[in-house]
């Protein structure tokens, strides 16, 4: 059973020091670095938001639950993978698919995105024979969340590497965590 792991948005904006920092992006970063230098998937394939004019997801006034400050704005540094990240993607022999959502509408889950030959994250899964997913990534309560439950919802066993995400508050990762629980995607 080919396996992958989904490395959701870790992007130098949801880190510390970036336009939407999430306290412990910093950290998920050089963790899942460590992860990826592990190697022993099949697969692994980035997310990152890429806005070019995302419409109301962006906000002078957000709520941080529906729109936010102008965030990952494609061809910034801020929308570049972390780092730490895109070192270990460039020493892995591991196969490295990238995936970018939201161009010009909120896109959550790494489902909505295409890679640079137009691919679903579905397709280059399902091409790559891929029947089980390992997901991490920032953040735990909205896009983690998001592709964790679109992967269960293809039929993927997916699990989620609770310790290498990041939330943006306490009480919606709470949510997600158990929303994820309810609907069968392991939690690990």
């Known amino acids: 059973m080919a396996r992958a792991l989904i490395v959701v948005d870790v992007q130098n904006d949801f880190c510390e020091g970036g336009a939407l920092g999430v306290t ?3 950290d998920v ?23 070019v004019d995302p419409g109301t997801h962006w906000s002078a006034t957000p709520d941080y639950l529906d729109t936010w400050p102008v965030h990952c704005e494609a061809g910034t540094p801020g929308a570049e993978l972390h780092p730490a990240v895109a070192a270990a993607l460039a020493a892995t022999d591991m196969p490295v698919v990238g995936v970018r959502k939201g161009e010009y509408e909120a896109a959550y889950s790494g489902f909505e995105g295409v890679d640079a030959a137009g691919r679903t994250l ?29 992967a ?37």
């Not at 899964?125 to 997901?135: I, M, P, S, T």
């Not at 919802?153 to 158990?178: E, F, I």
Request: glycine residues 10%.
């Open 24 to 26: 412990g992006g910093n």
């Open 29 to 51: 970063a050089r963790d899942v670095a460590a992860k990826i230098g592990e190697g022993g998937y099949d697969l692994v394939v980035t997310t990152q938001d890429w806005h």
């Open 122 to 150: 579905a397709e280059v899964l399902a091409a790559a024979g891929v029947e089980e997913v390992d997901v991490v990534g920032i953040a735990t309560d909205h896009c983690v969340r998001a592709t964790a439950l679109d």
């Open 152 to 188: 269960h919802a293809t039929g993927l066993a997916t699990t989620v590497l609770v310790d290498l995400t990041a939330g943006v508050a306490p009480g919606t990762t709470k949510v997600a965590l158990d929303l994820l629980r309810e609907k069968e995607v392991r939690l690990v």
